[in-house]
């Protein structure tokens, strides 16, 4: 293969167009087409990382094996793409300046007045060119997040616009990923709002090869010829991007019917093998196919949003898939679950997870979950937090701890069962200074988890501060718990199981930052699958149990 090619995906009108998913689907149809990619987000806040945001700001913090907390879409590249993914991959204003203030402290600009141009655009610019070199790829895929027209973004795509000069028109492509609203007065679909954002664009400098217009009715041929005229795109590169409601991983899907991928490849001169998308094909075949329904209770504080889980929602879909189920994700906030009891929530629901989380709100609500899924067989998947709250229920209402908790909680519990390490006792700098990134941790081979995963070792993603107290494990594991995942030289639980019960997993890693629509993670898998016995068992509730059969 020849020198690197770059795409660079741009938003118009408005935010929330899933620009990401956009990206990460332009890189599954590439690896479709036999070459490798690679993907890079650019965030115009200046956080340093979105690891300090709050989950109502920003969503989900979606952490790398090497341990950077990054967006969210940086989630959608890895389930779209066989790429695994660094701190060098999610890029913010705030690193970018950070890099830039550094240097110059140190003197690095010779007494040079340090600019937005040149100093900040060539920052972001040795960025792309510093993950093009380590990644090897075909194609680099960056996407520069929020709205063009927006203050902060303006830097990131002066940026691009001189990378684009230097790298030669052909080595580089711009895709304006736009909306193209209905309105319903007029019932028309307007391309005024997307004239307008080209508009913006051409100003900077940059003039989109490729519109991929989001709209929720189809765009017909004519409307494309007025966006291609008014916009300066050829008629073949204005594509509908229709919303898709089945499920997200047949964007790629949609993308090739209208032939975004031929007109990538023509317009960077790339050369590939003919597209093969058929394991995405199956895959979507098998979700809108289901042959049953689970109903899965995820609880946690942020309910109403619709990014704070979003990993996990993915992973128990994936899980689902794997069954040929559909999972029907039913959100419960833990503080409705404090006010009113577990029994309002829990008609028909066939397995509990209880996803990460900090700080004491919502916390009796999942400690009530977990002993009412402890109790009544259901099937419980505790990550993180939810692992924590698993420890405390077990502490408290098995082995006679009381007011046992996290010192995260209640520093004064009698019972600290999940406690600070002794190097995290004076770590007052919030950002990127808890146990970040991929670990290793060794099996049980008889346990559920030794069991799923098939192998006597794995590594996982973490992000958290507290963990399992060592001086509680002996009089834990007399009370019955199973602790049958260890850091491999012992010395830190990663793994709690409750035995003589269908499916009781705890895991102080996050396992849905590792699972993927073509591989789904062995712990989901097994979650849902057991889900779908419970449902089973609930169809036909004379039916034995597993454990009393
Ligand atoms: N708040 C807990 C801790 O810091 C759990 C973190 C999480 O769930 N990601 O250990």
């Not at 010192?407 to 770590?427: A, F, K, M, R, W």
């Not at 290793?440 to 996982?460: F, H, K, N, Q, W």
Request: glycine content about 10%.
């Amino acid at each position: 293969m020849g020198r690197i090619k770059y795409i660079f995906v741009t938003g118009g009108v408005c935010s929330s167009l899933g620009k990401g998913v956009a990206a990460a689907s332009i890189g599954s149809l590439l690896e479709g087409q036999g070459l490798s990619v690679s993907l890079q987000k650019f965030d115009p806040y200046i956080n340093v990382d979105p690891g300090t945001m709050s989950p109502y700001q920003h969503g989900e913090v979606y952490v790398t094996d090497d341990g950077a907390e990054t967006d969210l879409d940086l989630g959608y590249y890895e389930r779209f793409t066989s790429t695994v993914l660094t701190r060098q991959n999610s890029v913010s204003t705030g690193q970018v300046y950070e890099a830039v203030i550094r240097r110059e402290r140190r003197g690095g600009y010779l007494g040079k007045t340090v600019q937005v141009i040149p100093h900040i655009t060539d920052e972001i610019k040795s960025r792309i060119r510093l993950l093009a070199e380590s990644s090897g790829a075909d194609v680099q895929i960056c996407e520069i997040g929020g709205t063009v027209g927006d203050i902060e973004s303006i830097p990131f795509l002066e940026a691009i616009r001189q990378f684009a000069h230097e790298e030669g028109r052909r080595n580089v492509l711009f895709i304006h990923v736009t909306l193209i609203p209905h309105v319903k007065a007029a019932d028309e679909l307007k391309t005024k709002p997307t004239q307008h954002s080209v508009m913006k664009l051409r100003e900077i400098g940059i003039q989109p090869d490729i519109l991929l217009c989001r709209s929720d009715r189809p765009i017909s041929d004519e409307m494309k010829a007025k966006l291609a005229l008014f916009c300066n795109v050829q008629k073949e590169a204005v594509l509908s991007a229709l919303d898709i409601t089945s499920t997200i991983y047949e964007i790629p899907l949609s993308y090739s019917r209208e032939g975004l991928n031929q007109v990538v490849m023509e317009y960077l001169g790339l050369e590939g093998s003919p597209l093969d998308m058929s394991a995405w094909d199956d895959l979507v075949e098998r979700i809108k196919n289901p042959v049953g329904l689970v109903r899965i209770a995820v609880v946690g504080k942020y309910a109403e949003l619709q990014d704070a889980y979003r990993s996990i929602y993915e992973a128990l879909l994936h899980g689902g898939a794997a069954h040929q189920h559909k999972v029907e994700i039913i959100k419960v906030n833990a503080e409705d679950v404090e006010a009113h009891g577990v029994e309002d929530y829990m008609t028909g629901i066939h397995g509990i997870l209880i996803p990460g989380g900090f700080g004491t709100r919502g916390i009796e609500g999942k400690i009530e979950m977990v002993r009412f899924a402890r109790t009544r067989n259901l099937p419980f998947f505790g990550i993180c937090l939810g692992m924590q709250c698993a420890t405390v229920e077990y502490a408290r209402n098995m082995a006679g701890m009381d007011n046992a908790n996290s010192t995260e909680i209640n520093p004064d519990t009698p019972y600290p069962v999940i406690s600070l390490l002794e190097e995290q006792h004076g770590v007052v700098e919030k950002g990127g200074t808890m146990r970040l990134g991929a670990y290793r941790c060794r099996l049980e081979a008889d346990s559920l988890a030794g069991r799923g995963y098939g192998v006597p070792e794995i590594s996982e993603r973490h992000r958290h501060r507290y963990e399992f107290n060592n001086n509680y494990r002996n009089a834990l594991a007399d009370a019955g718990l199973r602790l049958p995942g260890t850091s491999p030289d012992g010395s830190l639980v990663e793994i709690i199981e409750v035995p003589n019960h269908p499916w009781f997993v705890g895991v102080q890693f996050h396992p849905e930052f590792t699972s993927r629509p073509l591989k789904p993670h062995p712990l989901f898998r097994d979650f849902i699958g057991a889900a779908v016995q419970e449902a089973e068992r609930q169809r036909h509730p004379i039916m034995a149990s597993p454990l009393e059969q």
